[in-house]
């Protein structure tokens, strides 16, 4: 974490190359992952991964280890780059298929894995239409691994409060798919 | 954060690296330097954009020379006329009339939207006050100096002390783009920076007025030569603010004004 911190200060006041790849590299392949699950294709996955590192780097002096960790602020950006890109009239117009976790299913038989992939595709068609916390509730949640208290400190919010909203956003989930899910 | 309940495959290491490399590539571009971007600036700008309103500009100079003349003739014809008054009257001027042009910037913006979405596309409204003080300054000193030596070959007066009288224009400029500056990028509350240049206003008003304070100016008090390193300091803070402005441009965070 010590290194973390130094590299964060190399770039903020030397704009050090070296301490930005080091950084980046550290959190790419979980960043990776967090957007891959969320998108249709990796070539898509690898853009926008793109874009959040982008963005957190030239942001970075803003950056404030007192308030939150950097992995913490990587999310938080990631999370609200994945709201905007379905959010976007690029998105709603190219008629893309919605994110689907395509490896998550290796090994299962092909009627399984079809179903599961509706299944995912329509608890994410319904997750899109939350508002934008409960998005990122859901996304932290499910994409991320993240526990409540994680979310919370993401966030910026109580953990009771996030329990309450997921708990919130699940039932809605359920209920626009008929109530028959868990 | 790392449970993993939905595994994917990562890319290959090779195209990570890549990814990486064109990151870091693309969000340190290589910092250009503080006079390439003010001239950059100034080139996109162009002086026609920066100085779009140039008739009301011209306009307040012309009301400002035309009071300040007035105020000169009826303060010599005074009997109690001191040389003091007219140092006092000389760091207020400038200062006064840039407040006067930056107000005219602004309400302009406020009451046209399309030059506000122009110019916001690349710059941001305190981007182009600073240039436009920046500008303003350097021509007002040039101006300031040719009048005030006209002033002392013309006027042949032994009061009249030419170094302190360029000395104090050039540092009053200087204190006051720094205070303007600093007051364009930390105070938010449009009211705050309402409320701060009144201030300022008031203060050069009264330094102004018929009181004993314009001996506060006089060589006496405050020697030419201690002018020169607060001039400095005050061109210091200025550019240290100013640079902070570049720095918002290649994070592309934008203030609003």
């Not at chain 2, 195209?15 to 503080?34: C, G, K």
């Not at chain 2, 020169?228 to 200025?238: D, H, I, N, R, V």
């Amino acid at each position: 974490m010590d290194e973390e911190i130094k590299w964060i200060r190399q770039i903020q006041h030397k704009s050090d190359k070296k301490a930005a790849n080091a950084l980046v590299d550290r959190y790419y392949r979980e960043i990776y992952g967090f957007v891959r699950k969320q998108t249709s294709n990796p070539e898509l996955a690898l853009d926008l991964t793109q874009e959040v590192f982008i963005s957190a780097l030239q942001s970075l002096r803003g950056f404030d280890g007192s308030r939150a960790s950097f992995r913490t602020w990587l999310y938080r950006i990631a999370s609200n780059r994945i709201v905007d890109h379905y959010r976007s009239a690029h998105y709603r117009y190219a008629g893309q298929s919605p994110p689907i976790a395509e490896d998550w299913s290796d090994g299962i038989d092909f009627t399984l894995e079809v179903e599961r992939r509706d299944e995912a595709q329509q608890v994410l068609d319904a997750a899109q239409r939350l508002e934008p916390t409960a998005q990122l509730i859901f996304r932290l949640k499910f994409f991320a691994d993240c526990t409540f208290s994680e979310i919370a400190g993401l966030l910026k919010l109580s953990e009771s409060t996030v329990k309450s909203k997921y708990y919130a956003l699940i039932r809605k989930i359920q209920h626009e798919l008929g109530g028959d899910r868990s | 954060m790392n449970k993993n309940h939905f595994p994917i495959d990562p890319p290959e290491e090779d195209v990570i690296a890549a990814q990486i490399r064109q990151i870091v590539d693309t969000a340190l571009a290589p910092n250009e330097s503080f006079p390439v971007f003010l001239w950059r600036m100034y080139k996109q700008l162009g002086f026609r954009h920066l100085f779009r309103d140039w008739t009301e500009i011209l306009f307040t100079l012309l009301l400002f020379i035309s009071l300040g003349i007035l105020t000169a003739l009826a303060a010599a014809d005074q009997p109690s006329f001191a040389a003091e008054r007219a140092y006092a009257f000389i760091f207020m001027l400038s200062p006064l009339v840039y407040l006067a042009l930056s107000l005219l910037f602004f309400v302009r913006r406020m009451q046209d939207p399309i030059h506000e979405v122009e110019m916001s596309c690349t710059y941001s409204g305190q981007q182009i006050a600073s240039l436009r003080m920046l500008v303003f300054g350097a021509a007002a000193l040039l101006i300031n100096s040719g009048v005030l030596i006209f002033l002392r070959l013309r006027l042949d007066t032994g009061t009249f002390n030419l170094p302190l009288a360029l000395t104090l224009s050039a540092a009053s400029l200087l204190l006051f783009a720094s205070l303007f500056l600093y007051v364009l990028l930390r105070v938010r509350s449009n009211m705050m920076r309402i409320v701060l240049g009144s201030s300022y206003a008031a203060l050069c008003i009264l330094l102004l007025g018929p009181n004993e304070s314009g001996s506060f100016f006089s060589p006496d008090s405050i020697p030419f030569y201690l002018y020169l390193p607060l001039g400095a300091l005050f061109a210091f803070f200025f550019l240290k603010n100013l640079r902070r402005l570049a720095d918002l441009q290649r994070q592309g965070g934008h203030f609003s004004c």
